[in-house]
């Protein structure tokens, strides 16, 4: 496996949740940690897919719960290969899709 972390960091009152790797099975735990904790503390996330390299119908499910979950949720466009699959299953037309994260420089 890749290496694969997850960041979070405040910016003003959201809180962005950033994978880096691949988002699958075998990492869909950490990153839904990182969500529910950032939930805990905010109704404003931003869930930034910049640095995801992959993401699986494990990765996919966790995005549409956590819209359904988060008051204000939006998700920073992901690298082309993370778009197509977005595009695949129609989730630009029910998500708030960003081209970069609130506080970006």
Not at 14 to 22: F, Q
Not at 66 to 71: A, F, G, L
Not at 81 to 102: A, C, K, N, S, W
């Amino acid at each position: 496996m890749d290496e694969f972390s997850v960041s979070r960091r405040r910016s003003g009152d959201a809180i962005v949740v950033a994978p880096a790797g691949e988002i699958d099975l075998a990492t869909i735990d950490i990153v839904e940690a990182s969500i529910q904790a950032a939930i805990a503390e905010t109704d404003t996330l931003v869930l930034d897919l910049r640095d995801v390299s992959f993401i699986d119908s494990a990765g996919l499910r966790l995005v549409l719960e956590t819209s359904r979950e988060v008051r204000d949720f939006s998700v920073v466009r992901g690298p082309r290969e993370v778009q197509r699959v977005f595009d695949l299953v129609g989730l630009d037309d029910r998500l708030t899709i960003l081209d970069e994260p609130p506080g970006a420089a």
